[in-house]
Every structure is written in structure tokens, then in C-alpha cells.
């Protein structure tokens, strides 16, 4: 198969290692890709949202299935365009729908889907821009801390927690008049705290049936000990000690069951990966967050862990026959550590030349925002590299991780000491 991966992030990376390891991938394309994806397939430079120059290149290269790995094609509407096309509507397509995307394009739709369906999660209210006085008011109900999250896509960034009204109610103001996230808060959610344990559960469905993908735990806040501002996430751990047996069974009664029956009651065909974000409140599910992709870091961590062909997975996805399908799980402990520029994830310099990638490593390295200039590797983006460990115990997949990042570095690297630590 001629298969187009679409993204490119450590995310990316990590599913074109996994595809280039299937039989079944003849030519593996990634648009418009990075330094690490350069590695092992052709990167195109077409950018995610540029539907036009994706649909020619899929036709010009006869490609027979796309993997959509970020969010923002998805909730443009990649699928949709493609479906109404005559020349493309038979590629295969991993990736949901517009209608489908919703369920994270907006938190608002998400939520009120939650409760359409009886899905556990956070109680919540939804602030349009012109009230910020009565989201301000509706505060003075909850006790603190508070969670404020803009409705629309914000690049993982757009949720803040305050720990006491006078921040929460600055931060609503910044958030609807002053758009403090552009026009994805132009509405915001009030939510209720949850106080618990978070924890990434990842379904491939094809609108019917569903396959559960390896769990993972992700490190969103920037510094040690889970402070400091939201990040796009600064590692990952999988699998996740208290996500035992009872827990995933309930995962899957109360909230996968109910969420992918929603999906076909509310009549959006949905072939795709959810992402369901939970809390684990003394030993119930609640979520948090859907979104329409695989997460990062998650996804390196989860990638390490399937031993099944993952292409066949995305291929029995795409064509609507993942009944009866059944992956194969490494038992291993993975763990993933974010290098990220200095800086990040406020201001921060690109185009420091990373060195170390050259040498016989104790990890997995899967590169973000990289690229090549001059035969060296640089850093273009915050999140600059996903390093990947292995081991029989969490320690072990911990100490692999940081052994390998001690020996890559660039001006002003920066990462968090403590990933995994908290599960050890």
C-alpha cells in the first residue's frame, strides 16, 4: 500500500516508525513531516490544512490510505472533503469526520454530548463573550480551584486552572474579552474541579466496533512536580498501574460504550481514534476531554507498546471491519520524556543544532519540532524531542529514558526530572 501520513510532530514520527514495520506499507509519505519522519519516508511539503495539494498528491501518487494525526485537518473537515470528491472518496481514511471532530473542536458540543448520553464527567456551564459578569457570578457557586477551558482548539493550551475567584475571575476576563486564546474562547467552560488521577484511554473505532489501544498517563504542566503553566504535554507513561481490570472494565461500560453509542444515535459515522481524558475519582471514571486523535506524547509510548500490525489496524478501521479485531500488547513498561526549547511554552529561539542523536542510545528518540538545515538537525518548535524508554518496571523504562536524554543536547534544552515518578 501508498499510505499518507498527515502531521508532523513526535506523534507523527512515532506512527511512521510503526508503519514502516508492517509488510503491507509499500511507500510511506508524511506531509508535511519533520527531520525524524525524513528519516525513514519521503516528507512532503504541504501543510495539514491544505486539502486542495493533499487531495492532488493522494491522486498523483495513488495513495490507498491516510492516517490523519493532528487535530486541525480533522476539524477542518479533511474527511468530509475527500468523501465528496469523485477521485478521492475511495482512498481509505483513518481520521473522523467534521461532525465526528466536534467532539473535540469544541468543549462546548463535547460536553453537552456527555450529557446527552449519561457519559460521567465535570459539571460545567458554557460563557459566550458578552458574559463574563455572569460567568464571574456563576464562579461564586463552586469552591476553589476553579477550571476554565476555551471552547475551541487552543493547541492543548487552553485550560486554566485557578486557585482562588479573584485569579479564576481575571482569568475569564482574559479569556472572553481579551481572547486570550483568539477566537477558541469566544466561549468558555466553567467546570467543576475534579480532584483525583488523570489518565489517556485511546479507542480506534470504525463507527460500530472498537479496539482499545494501550493506556497512558501524560505530564501536561511544564515544570517538576506538576506546576507551572499547561503544555502540549512533557511526557508519558503506559501502561498505568491503578488502570487495572475492574477500572478498564468500567472505562468501557460507562464511557466508551455509551460514547460510541451516542455517536451512531446522533447519526455521525465515525472511523477514527477517540481519545477520552480521565479522571479516576476514587476508583470512578469521569471524563475530562475527548479528542479526535492520538495523543502526544502518548502516542510514542502507546506505539512501542502494540505488537500487532499496525497497518492492518488502520486498514480494518478504515473499511468498517474491526469487529473481532484483537491487538497484541507488549507487557513492557514505556516511558516518554519531552526535550523542549528554553522557554517554552512562552517565548522561545529556534534553530539551536541538536547533537547526540548520532550515538548508540538506551531509548527510542522520535522527533518533533526539528528539521534539517545543512546536514544538522535543529530545533523548530517548543516540543523538540520525544525520548522513548523500555523496560521490565516502570524504574527500568525511566532509567533508559533519562540515560539516552543525558546525552542529547542543545543551547537551553530543557526538560522535566520527575516523568514516571508519581507511579514508581
Not at 501508498?2 to 506499507?25: D, M, P, T, V, Y
Not at 525513514?40 to 491544505?50: E, G, K, L, Q, W
Not at 451516542?262 to 476531554?289: D, S
Request: hydrophobic residues 40%; charged residues 25%.
Amino acid at each position: 500500500m501508498n499510505i499518507l501520513l498527515i502531521g508532523s510532530g513526535g506523534r507523527e514520527h512515532a506512527f511512521a516508525w510503526k508503519i514502516k514495520q508492517s509488510a503491507k506499507c509499500d511507500k510511506l509519505f508524511v506531509a508535511p513531516g519533520n527531520a525524524g519522519t525524513a528519516l525513514i519516508a519521503m516528507n512532503v511539503p504541504i501543510a495539514v490544512d491544505d486539502f486542495q495539494q493533499l487531495g492532488a498528491f493522494c491522486i498523483e501518487q495513488k495513495i490507498d490510505l491516510v492516517l490523519v494525526g493532528p487535530e486541525v485537518p480533522l476539524v477542518k473537515g479533511i474527511r468530509d472533503y475527500f468523501e465528496t470528491d469523485e477521485r478521492l472518496k475511495s482512498i481509505l481514511m483513518v481520521g473522523p469526520g467534521k461532525a465526528g471532530a466536534q467532539l473535540e473542536g469544541s468543549k462546548d458540543f463535547s460536553k453537552q454530548f456527555m450529557v446527552r448520553h449519561q457519559v460521567p464527567t465535570a459539571r460545567a456551564k458554557t460563557f459566550f463573550s458578552n458574559q463574563t459578569n455572569e460567568a464571574q457570578q456563576y464562579l461564586e457557586g463552586f469552591p476553589p480551584p476553579f477550571v476554565l477551558k476555551a471552547d475551541g482548539l487552543a493547541a492543548g493550551k487552553g485550560v486554566v486552572i485557578s486557585t482562588s475567584l479573584a485569579e479564576a475571575k481575571a482569568a475569564i476576563r482574559e479569556m472572553l474579552e481579551e481572547k486570550k486564546f483568539g477566537e477558541a474562547s469566544s466561549k468558555v467552560l466553567v467546570e467543576e474541579f475534579l480532584e483525583g488521577i488523570e489518565l489517556s484511554v485511546f479507542v480506534l473505532t470504525d463507527g460500530e466496533d472498537y479496539v482499545i489501544l494501550p493506556e497512558a498517563k501524560d505530564y501536561k504542566r511544564i515544570g517538576d512536580g506538576d506546576t507551572g503553566p499547561n503544555t502540549g504535554g512533557m511526557g508519558s507513561v503506559s501502561p498505568v498501574p491503578f488502570a487495572d481490570g475492574v477500572f478498564m472494565k468500567k472505562v468501557e461500560e460507562k464511557i466508551i460504550k455509551p460514547t460510541i453509542n451516542g455517536l451512531q444515535k446522533e447519526g455521525i459515522n465515525y472511523k477514527g481514534f477517540i481519545f477520552i481524558g480521565l479522571m479516576n475519582v476514587k476508583g470512578e471514571p469521569y471524563v475530562i476531554e475527548y479528542n479526535a486523535r492520538m495523543g502526544d506524547p502518548e502516542t510514542q509510548s502507546v506505539m512501542a507498546r502494540i505488537k500487532s500490525d499496525w497497518v492492518e489496524l488502520l486498514v480494518a478501521c478504515a473499511k468498517g471491519k474491526l469487529k473481532n479485531h484483537i491487538i497484541e500488547v507488549d507487557p513492557s513498561y514505556v516511558t516518554t520524556v519531552v526535550m523542549a526549547a528554553g522557554g517554552y511554552p512562552d517565548r522561545y529561539e529556534k534553530g539551536k543544532i541538536i547533537s547526540g542523536l548520532d550515538q548508540s542510545l538506551s531509548a527510542l528518540v522520535f522527533q518533533a519540532g526539528t528539521k534539517m538545515k545543512e546536514g544538522k538537525i535543529i530545533t523548530d518548535g517548543g516540543r523538540v524531542l520525544a525520548v522513548t524508554g523500555k523496560g521490565k518496571d516502570i524504574n527500568e523504562a525511566v532509567t533508559n529514558s533519562y540515560e539516552a536524554v543525558k546525552k542529547i543536547s542543545w543551547e537551553d534544552a530543557y526538560y522535566r526530572k520527575d516523568i514516571g515518578n508519581d507511579l514508581g
